[in-house]
């Protein structure tokens, strides 16, 4: 199984910091990752596919990047609507697998 | 507009087996390249992908749970239903519905979840 691991496990930043969130990929998985916000006591959502393509709707301060087995999401200026866990996950192959989350703490 | 929601037992004992099913609405699942999948959380946070069921019948299932694991269309042509057997307690989770894109294995988007803890 490929396995993602993010860094790090928990992020405080304060409104309108810079936040770069980090998935890295056990094997080369090319440009095969998405990631998902998840709000507390909701279901996660979804923002980004093929590493840096932003799905309708999600907001322009986030963004991704990465190839291979190296991946960033980055929110550009934090918000108080961007409290939650986000979760990268590889769809190179099955099992499709997720990093841990990363926690991220208004300050 | 695309929803799912899941249903099911709250509570299952050990060795028991869980039946949950996922209704769904705003596509249809005998249409090209649509596939309704399950995703579990954990109580700590971790994700694990299940299953996916495909529009031609197709299914992958995970290899950890495989032997366990059973993937089916409901009586309903909007439903799937997830079968698991011989269940434990580190089957506790919240296991969500998902979409299947059509251009590849993301999940978008999620149903509310449902929690089914295993416990005697």
């Known amino acids: 199984d490929i396995q993602m691991t993010q860094s790090p496990s928990t992020l405080s930043a304060s409104v309108g910091d810079r936040v770069t969130i980090t998935c890295r990929a056990s094997?080369?998985?090319?440009?095969?990752v998405a990631w998902y916000q998840q709000k507390p006591g909701k279901a996660p959502k979804f923002l980004i596919y093929r590493a840096s393509i932003l799905e309708n709707g999600v907001p322009s301060r986030f963004s991704g990047s990465g190839s291979g087995t190296d991946f960033t999401l980055t929110i550009s200026s934090l918000q108080p609507d961007d409290l939650a866990t986000y979760y990268c996950q590889q769809y190179y192959s099955d099992p499709f697998t997720f990093g841990q989350g990363t926690k991220l703490e208004i300050k | 507009q695309i929803t799912l929601k899941e249903s099911g037992p709250a509570l299952v004992k050990p060795t028991q087996t869980l039946t949950l099913t996922c209704t769904f609405s705003?596509?249809?699942?005998?249409?090209?390249?649509?596939?309704v999948g399950w995703i579990r959380q954990s109580p700590g946070g971790a994700l694990e992908w299940l299953s996916l069921?495909?529009?031609?019948?197709?299914?992958r299932l995970n290899p950890s749970l495989r032997s366990r694991l059973t993937v089916t269309k409901g009586t309903s042509s909007n439903q799937v239903v997830l079968t698991l057997t011989n269940v434990n307690p580190v089957d506790t989770a919240i296991y969500y519905c998902?979409?299947?894109?059509?251009?590849?294995?993301?999940?978008?988007?999620w149903g509310q979840g449902i929690l089914v803890t295993v416990s005697s």
């Open positions: 998902v979409k299947g894109a059509r251009r590849g294995d993301w999940f978008d988007p």
């Open positions: 705003g596509f249809s699942l005998s249409e090209s390249e649509m596939a």
């Open positions: 094997q080369n998985i090319v440009t095969w």
């Open positions: 069921l495909y529009w031609n019948g197709h299914e």
